[in-house]
Structure formats: C-alpha cells, structure tokens
C-alpha cells in the first residue's frame, strides 16, 4: 500500500484548507484511513478516521465540528476538509490505512503516508 497525502499550507486562523491522500496497491474500500498529526514538539494525535464504505467516521474532541473525514472509493481517495482552523491546528497531518481502527487510533497504522504540513498563523 502507499499513500500519498496533499494539501497542506499555510493560512491564517478561521480559514479551510482540504487535504487528500491517494491510496493505491490495493482494494481501497477494505481498508479504514485516518489522519494523524504532530505538531511541534508534541506527540503524535489521533484526528479522524473513516470506515471502509465511509459509513462510520471518527474525530478527536479537538477538531469535532470543525473537521469533516470523507473517503472516495471511485476514485481511492480520502480527504479532510478543516474549517475554522486555529493556530493549534498547525503540525504535519499523515494520512493512514488500517484494517482496524484501533491501528489508526492508537498511531500504530499499517500503512502511512509521508505528511503534508498545515500552518494556521493568529
């Protein structure tokens, strides 16, 4: 499996940005992805998950109502859409693959991606 998260930028608190990672080497939709994010200075973060076919999702406390988890089987993608992003959201956000939640959320995935840095300035 590989993953290839993108989108990352810098913007300023209160903005959206939408990061994607692209899944590939094998059947998508078997597997839950997540993103995890450190920032910096700071342990590893669980932020969202989604199930297979995308009927479950899954958010830290932090970013729940602000931060929307969906996934494309067609297309073998997952995103993360962040509104009303605040200066504690900035870190380097990986995308990850798992067969299991637990994997995602305990930040022990199969599979990661390589991150995509996201600074939000006050």
């Known amino acids: 499996v590989q993953l290839q998260a993108s989108g990352g930028g810098l913007v300023q608190a209160g903005d959206s940005l939408r990061l994607s990672c692209a899944f590939s080497?094998?059947?998508?939709?078997?597997?839950?992805m997540g993103w995890i994010r450190q920032a910096p200075g700071k342990e590893r973060e669980f932020v969202a998950a989604?199930?297979?076919?995308?009927?479950?999702?899954y958010y830290a406390d932090s970013v729940k109502g602000r931060f929307t988890i969906t996934r494309d089987n067609a297309k073998n993608t997952a995103y993360l859409q962040m509104n009303s992003l605040k200066p504690e959201d900035t870190a380097i956000y990986y995308c990850?693959?798992?067969?299991?939640?637990?994997?995602?959320?305990?930040?022990?995935?199969?599979?990661w991606g390589q991150g995509t840095q996201v600074t939000v300035s006050s």
């Open positions: 990850a693959a798992d067969s299991d939640l637990i994997g995602v959320t305990t930040m022990a995935p199969d599979y």
């Open positions: 080497g094998r059947t998508f939709s078997g597997y839950l």
């Open positions: 989604i199930s297979g076919l995308g009927r479950l999702t």
